[in-house]
């Protein structure tokens, strides 16, 4: 699905655990990578400057990376000092770059408001989608599981779709980024509409809210077909989040593709809502894109 591909790692997140697979990630169809960290100001002193023997330990962290490339794959290494949020965009600049894959723990609410979130300040940031994978997970993994997981990145991705102007953004990336895809990169697509059954009337219209999502996926399914995907569809109720982790684990996923349109300050289930929730708690790798600023 992507061709290019950023990859931050704070040397804790298991992320750096993907130096070893550079051959597999180019199987997904990755040409270019750029593993990237990010060392702190040292503080020491009255005035911050630049760590200059943990960016050459950082280097030397990552060089094995360089060494794992076959000959068809450009692999480079960028080290800055300085706060992800400020250095990334610094890369981003100087590299062309289809997605952005980095860790992201998972997070309440809560700890998110006290502590931020590195992913979702990149969000608000940058254009290129983020792949957001659990250190949780990626941690446990053997080298034989991890280097499968890197061929599948973006095989099969799960869509939650609600027909609104976020949902039909996340369309048209997708669509854009499968005209040119790499082979046996995105083979398919689970499209699901989630229809919120809370409230007294919701029984009421649940049966007319059902044949109106079937019909609506169905247009969906016909332009993702064009591009020679497979497609699914599956319409349930429910809890929104609860129903989307459950479809993930019954279909066999790669990822949840998300979008999240941080100008839209509407507080009810859109994309919006549903994203930062997917976000903080998906134990799947999230996919996220956000609109054009």
């Known amino acids: 699905m ?17 130096i070893d697979c550079v051959p597999n990630l180019a ?5 270019k990578i750029v593993f990237f960290h990010s060392v702190p100001l ?9 760590d200059d023997e943990k960016v050459e330990e950082a280097k030397k962290r990552l060089q094995k990376a360089v060494d794992n490339a076959p000959d068809d794959v450009d692999v ?15 890369v981003l600049k100087k590299h062309q770059i ?15 408001k006290v502590f ?25 993994y053997t080298l034989e599981e991890l280097d499968l997981r890197c061929r599948h990145l973006w095989r099969y991705l799960l869509i939650p779709y609600n027909d609104s102007k976020t949902a039909r953004y996340l369309i048209e990336e997708i669509k854009k980024y499968a005209q040119d895809r790499p082979a046996d990169s995105l083979k398919q697509c689970m499209l699901i509409t989630v229809i919120d059954d809370s409230g007294r009337r919701a029984s009421l219209v649940a049966e007319q809210k059902i044949k109106d999502a079937e019909a609506s996926l169905a247009k969906v399914k016909a332009e993702l077909e064009a591009l020679d995907i497979e497609v699914n569809t599956l319409v349930r109720q429910g ?10 684990l019954d279909y066999d996923i790669s990822a949840i593709a998300i979008a999240n349109d ?24 999230v996919l996220l894109f956000s609109p054009k600023k």
């Not at 300050?265 to 809502?273: L, Q």
Request: charged residues 20%; aromatic residues 6%; glycine residues 6%.
């Open 262 to 285: 941080y100008e839209n300050s509407i507080i009810k289930w859109t994309v919006r809502c549903f994203a930062n929730d997917v976000m903080r708690s998906s134990w799947f790798p």
């Open 27 to 31: 199987q997904s169809g990755l040409k």
């Open 98 to 112: 289809d997605v952005i894959m980095m860790g992201s723990p998972i997070k309440t609410l809560a700890e998110e």
């Open 116 to 140: 931020g979130s590195t992913s979702a300040g990149l969000a608000k940031l940058t254009d290129q989608p983020l792949n957001i994978i659990r250190p949780e997970l990626i941690t446990t």
């Open 239 to 248: 809890n929104p989040l609860k129903e989307i982790a459950l479809a993930a």
């Open 42 to 50: 040292w503080s020491e002193g009255e005035v911050p400057r630049i």
């Open 76 to 90: 480079q290494i960028e080290v800055l000092s300085g706060k992800p949020l400020d250095t990334i965009p610094r």
């Open 2 to 18: 992507f061709q290019s591909c950023l990859i931050c790692t704070d040397f804790t997140d298991g992320i750096n655990r993907l």
